[in-house]
């Protein structure tokens, strides 16, 4: 596994760039394989935020903005991650940063490229989309995702998405059942869903 000797930084981005490079039609945002998930719970006033968690020593900022992370040559089974971001009163923030990084299929992150790494910006409905691959587990980890959501003009959200009926998520003590994602099998892969809900009113 590679292993980073840059000291963590903050996430910054300038949100004057707002929703711009990511405008998804109604119909692009439909899973990949052609099959749905179940529908999520229902936003209600009031809702929890989503919880935080550590951003590990494998984050690199400056991420490519793109919403396929997947590259020539990476191996790994497909998987399309949608979702929205919403405030606790269920109001989709427009614009919102999405970065997302993982391991790749082999438990490594790349710390000298971008390989599993990319961020995307919601579109006008609070939604994002991402494709890339199921990641591979490493010691001490269960399989998961690494993000970093921000409104714009907000404090940036860093945590981490599970995947269920994974064996390791019992013996991970970082990992939280908030966190597990919506997960359903499709016929090129997987498709996964979560909503991220942002600590604003």
């Not at 009031?46 to 396929?68: A, L």
Request: with cysteine; net charge positive.
């Amino acid at each position: 596994m590679h292993h980073s000797g840059e000291s963590r930084r903050r996430f910054l981005i300038a949100t004057s760039a707002g929703a711009a490079g990511l405008a998804f039609g109604a119909g692009s945002l439909a899973p990949a394989f052609g099959q749905t998930l179940s529908p999520t719970p229902a936003c209600t006033d009031g809702d929890e935020p989503t919880i935080r968690q550590t951003e590990g020593p494998f984050y690199k900022p400056s991420s490519p903005q793109r919403s396929d992370l997947r590259e020539p040559g990476l191996r790994g089974r497909p998987v399309e991650l949608s979702g929205s971001v919403l405030t606790r009163s269920c109001r989709p923030v427009a614009g919102a940063l999405i970065d997302l990084w993982h391991a790749d299929a082999d438990g490594n992150y790349d710390n000298d490229g971008f390989r599993c790494r990319g961020h995307v910006f919601a579109d006008p409905q609070g939604r994002f989309r991402f494709r890339t691959i199921v990641p591979a587990l490493y010691p001490g980890r269960t399989r998961h995702f690494h993000v970093k959501v921000q409104a714009p003009d907000r404090p940036v959200l860093t945590t981490q998405l599970y995947f269920p009926s994974e064996a390791g998520n019992r013996r991970d003590p970082i990992f939280r059942r908030e966190l597990l994602m919506r997960t359903a099998s499709t016929e090129g892969g997987l498709a996964a869903r979560f909503n991220f809900v942002l600590d604003i009113s």
